[in-house]
């Protein structure tokens, strides 16, 4: 059985999980729900979100909206490529 601040990190990264897909806060900033979620601190939040999803959240985000066929926001950004 995982370590009680593990598991607390494990529920609250899953909240956040389904929070970043959840169609109601599209506009509502990462770093935002990840605060209201319990991980205040967007570096730390990130580094735990990759370690346990492997891709970082905003990524995570915008593969699940392309996926239920919601359109991504253009943020007028060139593509890395």
Partial sequence: MAREPEYIRHQRLEHIRRALTDPARHSTPV???AARGG???HTVFTRA???????PPSEYRDRKRIVKGQPRESKDIPSRG
């Fill in 31 to 33: 770093h935002r729900i």
């Fill in 39 to 41: 991980l205040p601190q």
């Fill in 49 to 55: 979100f990759r370690a346990a999803y492997g891709t």
